[in-house]
Nanobody, 131 residues
Framework: QVQLVESGGGSVQTGGSLRLSCAATGRTFGTYAMGWFRQAPGKEREAIAVISWAGDTTYYADSVKGRFTISRDNAKNTVHLQMNSLKPEDTAIYYC????????????????????????WGQGTQVTVSP
């Protein structure tokens, strides 16, 4: 069973940058698509970035496209989210997720009807962006 731990969150001013990391345990990590989600108080959970098992396909939500970059290093069992040009509306708890479907492109992480039955979640890390 894969376990995920996020780190790298914190407080930053508008326009600043943060780099989130997700450390994974489990030998099957390299076969799972991975994603980053976020949830702000009173808001719905939002998928913001997904990367396929091989790292050759990525997805970004329109709200973060051009500002955030997802990457993975299967040899190190890590996934990262580089966040640049941060805005106050980026304030949220950020969660790392693994899709429990080997060799997937990550489509189940992007499907609200399937994500909860398919995903393994980290505990989350807080990101706060001040104006």
């Amino acid at each position: 069973q894969v376990q995920l731990v996020e780190s790298g969150g914190g407080s930053v001013q508008t326009g600043g940058s943060l780099r989130l990391s997700c450390a994974a345990t489990g030998r099957t990590f390299g076969t799972y698509a991975m994603g980053w989600f976020r949830q702000a108080p009173g808001k719905e959970r939002e998928a913001i970035a997904v990367i396929s098992w091989a790292g050759d396909t990525t997805y970004y939500a329109d709200s973060v496209k051009g500002r955030f970059t997802i990457s993975r290093d299967n040899a190190k069992n890590t996934v990262h989210l580089q966040m640049n040009s941060l805005k106050p509306e980026d304030t949220a708890i950020y969660y790392c997720a693994a899709e429990r479907s080997p060799f997937s492109q990550g489509s189940r992480l992007l499907d609200p009807q399937k994500v909860d039955e398919s995903a393994i979640w980290g505990q989350g890390t807080q990101v706060t962006v001040s104006p």
